[in-house]
């Protein structure tokens, strides 16, 4: 790999979740650390978000972590990151972490997450965002938010083309495996109808 991918990584800061989240967002830190890409995150502590910061650090890797200033504020933001931007607000962050980013991985999280990854979406589905999304599915998290989604192009919501504007992974070695695939992405239809 001549140029270092960024890696923007979406996930949850609650720390009350099953020990398997925490091993997959461990391992896909080890694994980017080690393949050599770097990690944009929200640049959260706790969580998901701090066990993959953590594990990223801990194997040799970069940490880039995107923060709104109320975050930090509150006392929310990792301490130990390779880089930390602050932005006034939620939007300048998502859109910060987008701009920076070779590709976008969502991991399980709550609200939060769940709205960056259907923005993420929906900005690839207008053409915004033309790099790979990726869903890692641990233990079938994303299950009923796919059968939402599919629901939606059965209704004709969305175009059926556009169940395949995001790559689905069912472990963190999957996700390295599209990372690193050379594939291009598709070129996406548009999502008005004639």
Known sequence: MNAQKNICIYC?????????????????????????????CGAGREGLMGTLADSVLANGGSVTGVIPEFMVDNGWCHQSLTRTIVTP????????????????????GGCG?????LEIITW??????????????TGGYYDPLLQMLSNAAKEHFMKESHLRLWHMAATPEDVMEILLSENEESPVESKYYD
Do not use: F, W
């Not at 939620?90 to 976008?104: N, P, T, V």
């Not at 997450?113 to 990854?117: D, I, K, N, P, R």
């Not at 690839?124 to 599915?137: A, D, R, S, T």
């Open 113 to 117: 997450t769940l709205e960056e990854l």
């Open 124 to 137: 690839k589905q207008l053409g915004l965002y033309e790099k790979p999304v990726i869903i890692l599915n």
């Open 89 to 108: 607000d939620i939007h300048s962050r998502k859109r910060r972490m987008a701009e920076m980013s070779d590709a976008a991985v969502a991991l399980p």
């Open 12 to 40: 949850a800061s609650s720390k009350h979740i099953a020990k398997e989240y925490y091993y997959a967002a461990s391992r896909l830190g080890q694994l980017l650390a080690k393949s050599g890409m770097a990690c944009v």
